[in-house]
């Protein structure tokens, strides 16, 4: 169903993909918008290996809701790992491209349990987590992509 990677040398291996998408703090979610054009739009992230899920968090109506509603199919970019070897100029960088099903997390707890995990992700210590959370945490939704295909590549960009 998924197409295979046009240019296999430049694919790297499952382990450092999933590294990758630990370690990006921004990926770029890509839905089907409105009258049928794509929508993509940056959001921070968790990666889950153990549910192989890719979370995020976002309001309940918008654009992006609205979307999901519509159309479950998603893709989910991540770029990073940026590396110089043998030309300073040119730099190589790898990027993670997961394909799957993305639904609102119904359940209020496990999306509040997943809002702290998340979080923990990007705010500097639990103090200030769980004080943005008291903050806006009723109105946080949350979001999962179950993941049904994920590549990763690296390419030297000159």
């Known amino acids: 169903m998924f197409r295979p990677m046009r240019r296999k040398s430049k694919e790297i291996d499952p382990q450092a993909t999933r590294e990758l998408l630990h370690s990006a703090r921004i990926g770029v979610l890509a839905v089907q918008g409105d009258e049928g054009y794509p ?14 899920r890719i979370l995020f968090h976002g309001a309940g ?16 970019t991540v770029v990073g790992s940026e590396t110089v070897k043998a030309e300073p100029w040119a730099p190589f960088v790898q990027s993670a491209v997961v394909f799957g099903q993305c639904h609102m997390v119904e359940d209020r707890e496990e999306a509040l349990r997943l809002v702290r995990k998340m979080a923990m992700k990007y705010y500097p210590d639990e103090a200030t987590a769980d004080g943005e959370i008291a903050a806006s945490g009723a109105a946080v939704r949350m979001f999962a ?13 000159r």
């Open 61 to 76: 109506a918008g654009h992006k809701a609205d979307a999901l509603r519509a159309c479950s199919k998603v893709c989910f």
């Open 145 to 157: 992509i179950e993941i049904e295909h994920l590549s990763g590549k690296e390419i030297q960009e």
């Open 39 to 52: 929508y993509a739009i940056p959001v921070n992230y968790l990666y889950e290996e153990e549910t192989r």
